[in-house]
T-cell receptor
Framework: AQSVSQHNHHVILSEAASLELGCNYS??????LFWYVQYPGQHLQLLLK????DPLVKGIKGFEAEFIKSKFSFNLRKPSVQWSDTAEYFC?????????????WGAGTKLIIKP | NAGVTQTPKFRILKIGQSMTLQCTQD?????MYWYRQDPGMGLKLIYY???????DKGEVPNGYNVSRSTTEDFPLRLELAAPSQTSVYFC????????????FGPGTRLTVL
C-alpha cells in the first residue's frame, strides 16, 4: 500500500543546531515529493518539491531535501536552525490512486527550537 | 489573489447539528480537496473534485458531503455532527500539470460537543 513514514514525531533542537527530518515513502510509480510546513496557528505552506532532475532540491528559508531513489527517502535538512523554524513539517508523495492522483501524507514532525 | 479562503475559522457544534464549511479559490484551479487534520495523524483526504460537477470520495468520507457547482467553490457539508468529527478542516486546490502541488486555505477548527 502507498504510504509515507516520518520517523520522528517530535524533535527538539537548540538554535544553530543542524536539522535532518526523515521521510520514507512506499510507492512504485514516478515520484513527485513535497515538504510542507505549518507554523503555529497557520495553514500549510510549500517548503520545497521534487519532480525530476537534480535530487538535491532547495526550498525557502534555507531548507533543502535530498531524494535518494534507492532508499525511497526524501529527507529534509537545514544546516542551522532558528527559533522561527518552530513548526510542524509534513512530507507527502503524489501517488496514483484509481484514476486520479492524490497526495499521501506523513503523520508530521513537530519541531521545537529552543532559543 | 486571495488564494484559498475558508469560513468560518472556528465553530462549535452540538451533537446532531449540521453545518457547511465554505471554501473558495480565486486561482481558477480545476482540482479541489477537503482534508481533516487530527493530532499526530497527518492529513486525511475526505473528498476531492477534479472540476465543476465532479466529486469523489477520499479516504474518510463518512459523515460528510460535498458539491462543486462552480470552479471557485467547494463546500463541505456535515450532517448530524458527531464528536469524532472534531478536527481542523483544510481546503486545498491544485491545477493540471502541477504534479498535485496543493495550495491550502487557513483552516476551520470545528469542535463537536
Amino acid at each position: 500500500a502507498q504510504s509515507v513514514s516520518q520517523h520522528n514525531h517530535h524533535v527538539i533542537l537548540s538554535e544553530a543546531a543542524s536539522l535532518e527530518l526523515g521521510c520514507n515513502y512506499s510507492y512504485g510509480g514516478t515520484v513527485n515529493l513535497f515538504w510542507y510546513v505549518q507554523y503555529p496557528g497557520q495553514h500549510l505552506q510549500l517548503l520545497l518539491k521534487y519532480f525530476s532532475g537534480d535530487p538535491l532540491v532547495k526550498g525557502i528559508k534555507g531548507f533543502e531535501a535530498e531524494f535518494i531513489k534507492s532508499k525511497f527517502s526524501f529527507n529534509l535538512r537545514k544546516p542551522s536552525v532558528q527559533w522561527s523554524d518552530t513548526a510542524e513539517y509534513f512530507c507527502a508523495v503524489n501517488a496514483r490512486k484509481d484514476s486520479n492522483y492524490q497526495l499521501i501524507w506523513g503523520a508530521g514532525t513537530k519541531l521545537i527550537i529552543k532559543p | 489573489n486571495a488564494g484559498v479562503t475558508q469560513t468560518p475559522k472556528f465553530r462549535i457544534l452540538k451533537i446532531g447539528q449540521s453545518m457547511t464549511l465554505q471554501c473558495t479559490q480565486d486561482m481558477n484551479h480545476n482540482y479541489m480537496y477537503w482534508y481533516r487534520q487530527d493530532p499526530g495523524m497527518g492529513l486525511k483526504l475526505i473528498y476531492y473534485s477534479v472540476g465543476a460537477g465532479i466529486t469523489d470520495k477520499g479516504e474518510v468520507p463518512n459523515g460528510y458531503n460535498v458539491s462543486r457547482s462552480t470552479t471557485e467553490d467547494f463546500p463541505l457539508r456535515l450532517e448530524l455532527a458527531a464528536p469524532s468529527q472534531t478536527s481542523v478542516y483544510f481546503c486545498a486546490s491544485s491545477y493540471p500539470g502541477s504534479h498535485n502541488e496543493q495550495f491550502f486555505g487557513p483552516g476551520t477548527r470545528l469542535t463537536v460537543l
